[in-house]
């Protein structure tokens, strides 16, 4: 949404093309490709190892353990919110603070302190507004997780991440969570997995890119026409 809201801007600044770095998409399609590929099979993989490390336990027993687990799985997907969509905020603004002084950005970027605790008091408070539906959509809607799935779901998708952020690779952390998800419905049976709120989702991704683009674009010549 970043990039797509930036390129918007991009080609309202230039008329055209020239601004867009064509490279750093190619990144980013690489980024969802794997995010996808890698949250889906982490979330069946450790799913699976979960069950089978739990397969003789009384499972009313395991609940206050994965109850617990879970607080350690939310903790780890929201490090690597803010390792990835955190950063994005953050430079958003940076971008936004350099051109409003005449500015470029420099190769050495130092975020301040005071952007850090903006990037993270908005992101937890968007989160907590908005994450109720979204939680019933995909926890419950699209696959109803039981308290391990929900775990292994959590750890699937921070590795994913993790590894993307190593390799500096821009993905979405709803890419990566959600088909964590889906790998996780998929360890008892595939037709666990709500295929109707499935391709909701992934029109919703598809027609983000486009959507943000045109808000950029039209924005961008909005405050050009302004103060220009």
Known sequence: MHLAGLTGSAIAIHNGFEGV?????IKVIYGIGISVGLGF?????????????????????????????????AASMAFMHGAQDGQK????VLLCVYMSQG??????????MWLMIICSVVMAA?????????????????VKLEKYQGFSADIAAAISLF????????VSTT???TTSIMGVGAVKRVSAINFGVVKEMVLTWILTFPGCGLVGFLMTKLFMFIFT
């Open 41 to 73: 099979g982490l979330g069946w993989l450790v799913c699976k190892l979960v069950t089978k490390l739990f397969y003789n336990a009384n499972r009313p027993k395991t609940d206050p353990f994965f109850r617990g687990a879970q607080i350690v799985g």
């Open 89 to 92: 905020f953050m430079g958003v």
């Open 21 to 25: 770095n064509s490279s750093e998409w």
């Open 163 to 170: 590894f993307c952020s190593t390799f500096s690779l821009p």
């Open 126 to 142: 968007g989160t907590a507004m908005g994450g109720k539906k979204i939680i019933k959509s995909v926890g419950m809607d699209m």
């Open 103 to 112: 500015q470029s950005l420099p190769a050495d970027i130092h975020i301040p």
């Open 175 to 177: 890419h990566a969570k």
